[in-house]
């Protein structure tokens, strides 16, 4: 007996509603995009091991999904790895590729490969799938959608005012309201310095990161237990509580680092402030977004009416073309979390009526004259670009309508003998039940 047929944990089908959404969703954001100057770009699903790991961090690199060599992949074992059962060890012989973790990095190796075919500053977007090992839960999936938006080759802090004027725009386009949070990584590092524990910068910023999820005092137990004494502990908690630059430069007097941190986010605002947001833009000292390579401003996105976790995030990344060999090319980058947005737009059930609607028009036929009458009509109907259906046979009239509701389609042309012979359908209206004759110009005019 065959078993049940299943997906992978983490993964999820699509019916056409929920496919016609999630376009309605990328079409928006790509939309904003090319209005913005960005040019699209796609990257493979999977890359090298190489080029994934050491990008993300300690707890990035665990959730990458690895995929094992060609054939027989046991051939070229670390045999002793593999009988120590040291998994650490044996993944390199077995394994030298993996799905990508997210698009920042395949770009940053895309841009160093066509070094010499792009324009600086280089403005791209992407929308494609991406995966991690992460445990499953609400809002959190193994295979999930990211619609990125990157410059590289610019210092200019422009970009950043401009990206967030992205989110804004796209957010506001969606129906969504949201809250648009900005920190900068030298600030941050400004935090160790003023504790004095400069040495533990990563550690420090790793828990931070967990901050709203865990809450201060497992944060402040978590810090102690990575090495950092209880009163630096308490210096870093302390400045946490500031939500203003100008009270925040008083603890930077002896961070040069710091100091820089607040005049790039002072900069931001001068470039951003020249235009109204539709949404909030907070600075949040506590955001720390945990990727490694986040060098300068830092942002995220969270939904105001729906409990989520981030539905986009991004920043400022000095050097991340320096680990593939191209030195000193600056860049910044936002994302948008396609799936999480997808999620909260149902919960507020914003989505416009017509997304899910994939057919304007049905054709019903009484008997097989009329059918064949039909599909001529039908042929004539498409070609003037309106997307019709005729019912494959000449059934019960409850039946075929039966049909043009499942598909929540909004007319049907019904065809009998008398309206062959007038050469006419009977327009229905499906949502008011009004019905008229109308030869079919009059019909593609009024669709179309």
């Known amino acids: 007996m065959s078993s049940k047929p299943s997906i992978p944990k983490g993964t999820r089908d699509f019916g056409p509603e929920q496919v016609g959404k999630r376009n309605y969703i990328f079409d928006t954001i790509r939309g904003v995009f090319i209005k913005y100057g960005y040019q699209p770009i796609e990257t493979p699903t999977m890359e090298s091991l190489s080029t994934l790991t050491g990008k993300y961090g300690e707890e990035g690199d665990k959730l990458l999904f690895k995929v094992l060599n060609n054939g027989d992949f046991l051939a070229k074992a670390n045999t002793d790895a593999l009988e120590q059962r040291d998994a650490g060890k044996l993944l390199p012989s077995i394994s030298k590729r993996g799905l990508r973790y997210d698009l920042t990095v395949p770009f940053a190796r895309y841009v160093v490969m066509n070094q010499h075919k ?80 400069e040495d533990k910068f990563m550690d420090m910023t790793m828990t931070i990161d967990k901050l709203d999820k865990i809450g201060a005092e497992r ?9 950092i004494s209880e009163s630096a502990v308490d210096k870093v908690m302390e400045i946490l509580q500031v939500d203003s630059l100008d009270v925040l430069s008083k603890f930077f007097e002896n961070s040069e680092t710091g100091k820089k941190g607040i005049e790039e986010l002072r900069t931001f605002h001068k470039y951003f402030d020249l235009k109204a947001s539709a949404n909030t833009v907070e600075f949040d000292i506590t955001l720390a977004r945990g990727l490694n390579y986040y060098t300068g401003c830092i942002m995220e996105v969270m939904a105001n009416d729906v409990k989520m976790g981030s539905i986009g995030g991004g920043g400022r990344y000095d050097d991340l073309t320096g680990v593939f060999g191209l030195k000193g090319v600056s860049g910044v980058g936002v994302s948008f979390g396609a799936d999480r947005i997808y999620d909260v737009m149902e919960e507020l059930d914003v989505f416009p009526k017509e997304v ?44 075929q309508m039966k049909y043009a509701n499942s598909r929540r389609v909004p007319f049907v042309a019904l065809v009998g003998s008398q309206e062959m012979e007038e050469n006419v359908v009977a327009l229905k209206n499906m949502e008011t039940g009004e019905q008229e004759k109308i030869n079919l110009d009059v019909l593609i005019e009024k669709l179309s």
């Open 118 to 197: 792009i324009t600086f500053p280089f403005k791209r977007y992407q929308i494609q799938p991406v995966w991690r090992a992460d445990r499953p839960q609400k809002g959190r999936y193994q295979e999930f959608y990211q619609c990125d938006v990157d410059v590289v080759g610019s210092d200019s802090l422009m970009y950043e005012a401009e990206l967030i004027q992205i989110y804004d725009e796209v957010f506001a386009n969606l129906g969504i309201s949201v809250t648009i949070k900005i920190n900068n990584r030298k600030v941050l590092f400004g935090i160790a310095e003023a504790a004095g524990i």
């Open 219 to 227: 944060v402040k137990e978590e810090m102690m237990s990575r090495g």
């Open 356 to 399: 899910s609607q994939t057919l304007d028009l049905l054709f019903i036929a009484f008997d097989e004259d009329t059918h064949a009458h039909a599909f001529d009509c039908l042929n004539k109907v498409r070609a003037a670009g309106i997307a019709s259906e005729l019912y494959p046979a000449p059934v019960k009239l409850q039946k």
